[in-house]
């Protein structure tokens, strides 16, 4: 059985958990703080993701 990888649209980070198995569409990523229903299981398109994500994020923090 082959298990796949879950990464968060926000920031591309596989830190995301299935919170709620009564909501089954709520995750919850553990970074960046995202709630949603939506998850990426696509390696490449997380990476280039997290990649944005980090980047803005240092932008933000100076300056």
């Given amino acids: 059985m082959k298990i796949e990888a879950k990464y ?5 980070s596989n830190n995301i958990k299935w ?10 990523c553990y970074d ?4 949603g229903p939506i998850i990426i299981d696509d390696k490449k ?11 803005a994020k240092n932008q933000k923090e100076e300056g």
């Fill in 19 to 28: 919170v709620n198995p009564v909501m089954w569409s709520l995750w919850i």
């Fill in 8 to 12: 968060c649209p926000n920031c591309g």
């Fill in 32 to 35: 960046c703080g995202y709630e």
């Fill in 45 to 55: 398109l997380a990476d280039e993701i997290r990649k944005n994500y980090l980047k």
